[in-house]
């Protein structure tokens, strides 16, 4: 059974920083790649970075060089580093893999930037 937890969400000021994790079970982490995507309230859910199997990352435009995806194979994790933290990143963080053709998801993690 593939399970996905995320973790490391909160409230944080503009400027600040976040770092989430995704801890993933049920099946063989290393041989594919993940990704992070967000929801913020009455928008659809985006995409903001993935990650290969190789360790190869991409973004989307609105995070480049303010994000940064990473995974450590041995703890089957998958984490996102988030600098400089604007209000506009305001939304439900989700970890996501797609298995053969299913795409999993996890439970989300809330990340609110407020003065």
């Known amino acids: 059974q593939v399970q996905l937890v995320e973790s490391g969400g909160g409230l944080v000021q503009p400027g600040e920083s976040l770092r989430l994790s995704c801890a993933a079970s049920?099946?063989?982490?290393?041989?594919?790649?993940a990704g992070w995507y967000r929801q913020a309230p009455g928008k659809e859910r985006e995409f903001v970075a993935g990650?290969?199997?190789?360790?190869?990352?991409n973004y989307a435009d609105s995070v480049k060089g303010r994000f940064t995806i990473s995974r450590d194979n041995p703890r089957n994790t998958v984490d996102l580093q988030m600098n400089s933290l604007q209000p506009e990143d305001t939304a439900v963080y989700y970890c996501?893999?797609?298995?053969?053709?299913?795409?999993?998801w996890g439970q989300g993690t809330q990340v609110t930037v407020s003065v």
């Open positions: 996501s893999v797609l298995l053969a053709g299913i795409t999993y």
């Open positions: 049920g099946y063989i982490w290393s041989r594919y790649g």
């Open positions: 990650i290969t199997s190789g360790g190869r990352p």
